[in-house]
């Protein structure tokens, strides 16, 4: 049995655990640090108490170890480690999967199975161009992660980036192996018909006329993710484009009032849980990530958007950046470069809407093909 070591139910790693388990039954058992996230909690980053409307508790063994301290999980002291050793010594797993070294509990659970000689495993989304940093911080975070790898017996990676992360800090290119970042896909088994249906009634609801360009933001409306940079490129248009071009921003934050002055034909739809997201990408035709160089380590709003047959745009500071820049119908610009987002935009423009142009090639982004690199012997 593999034992993987999780902080919280995520709404896109828990359906790996569940694919796992319809795959193989019993092959993995999680450990959460706390469910808080079910219980639902002040998210800061959307200004507003958020509590996931899919279901992340079932299909799958699992147990809640209550080790959290306070109400946010910010810091490393949040998820503290007692009791994971003698869980180890009881369970005898036959690896150990740890989705980050964040937590005391991560932590905790890495030296105790190094002690009782259990393999560990890691996949995490660390790579080294999500922050700019010091030098001399960039050569103690070399060293710390050097050690810290050497013990690992088999490192997933999400993206081209985790991997070069990986193997710049010492993990043996024998030892990887790819698990992609991955969100399930509401959309897999919608006809082409159905899709166009559901979104020309998104579209008529948002008051989208059918020759409109929805160019849309997904997430949180803080300056991290940037998205400023819209309203900015709308105004560098040619004019016609400019006029049928409309902004969705779906999402809640910070800085949404100031947003809202700045286009009165930008809509507004505040913040949209799990399961009512995918008419709304529907309804876009070029979704937009300008995130700035603060953490942005992989954009999983992108996987979302290529899944209904969007066309994206990203900066170079998100992490899956350099996993889709080659693909025909994504764009990618420098940090804050808004006059290159204005011209991928018209560029982008002048293509027909396809729900399926990359249907394909994300085959290898899904639920399923992590999970079954999870379950390889």
């Known amino acids: 049995m593999l034992l993987v070591l999780e902080s919280h139910p995520i709404q896109y790693r828990v359906p790996v655990y569940q694919c796992m388990e319809r795959l193989r039954a019993g092959a993995c058992k999680v450990l959460f640090g706390t469910d808080g996230s079910m219980r ?53 797993p036959a ?13 905790a659970a890495y030296f105790a199975a190094l002690r009782l000689g259990i393999p ?35 490192a ?18 024998e030892r990887l192996r790819p698990a992609r970042y991955c969100v399930t896909d509401p959309l897999r088994d919608v006809t082409r018909a159905e899709k166009e249906r559901r979104r020309r009634a998104a579209r008529q609801q948002l008051g989208v006329a059918d020759h409109e360009l929805v160019v849309a933001f997904f997430g949180k409306l803080i300056p991290k993710k940037n998205p400023d940079l ?3 490129a709308r105004q560098l248009l040619p004019e016609p484009l400019r006029q049928r071009t409309r902004l969705l921003l779906v999402g809640s934050g910070e800085l949404e009032a100031g947003l809202r002055a700045r286009d009165a034909r930008a809509i507004f739809t505040g913040f949209i849980n ?6 709304y990408y529907l309804a876009a035709d070029v979704v937009v990530l300008p995130s700035r160089r603060m953490g942005e380590t992989w954009g999983l709003v992108v996987n979302e958007a290529l899944q209904a ?7 170079d500071a998100v992490g899956c950046a350099e996993e889709f820049k ?38 290898g982004y899904s639920i399923e093909a992590a999970a079954r690199a999870l379950l390889e012997p």
């Open 95 to 107: 690896a150990v999967l740890l989705n980050g070294l964040v937590f005391q509990m991560d932590f």
């Open 40 to 92: 639902g909690h002040h998210d800061p980053g959307f200004g507003r108490a958020v509590k996931w409307d899919t279901e992340l508790l079932a299909g799958y063994p699992f147990e809640v170890l209550h080790n959290q301290r306070g109400d946010t999980l910010e810091h490393r002291t949040s998820l503290h480690g007692r009791g994971i050793a003698a869980r180890l010594r009881r369970e005898r």
């Open 156 to 173: 997933f990676f999400i993206g081209e980036l985790n991997r070069r992360h990986l193997l710049r800090h010492g993990v043996a290119p």
């Open 326 to 363: 080659s693909w025909e119908r994504v764009g990618v610009f420098p940090v804050g470069d808004v006059a290159q987002l204005a011209r991928h935009l018209v560029a982008l423009s002048a293509l027909p809407r396809d729900f399926d142009w990359c249907r394909e090639r994300l085959a």
């Open 120 to 154: 560990v495993w890691l996949r995490s989304e660390t790579q080294d161009a999500a922050f700019d940093r010091a030098p001399w911080k960039e050569a103690v975070r070399r060293l710390c992660y050097r050690l810290l790898y050497r013990p690992l017996q088999r």
């Open 309 to 315: 047959g969007c066309a994206a745009i990203v900066s």
């Open 230 to 232: 819209l309203f900015a």
């Open 274 to 279: 799990q399961t009512a997201l995918p008419d």
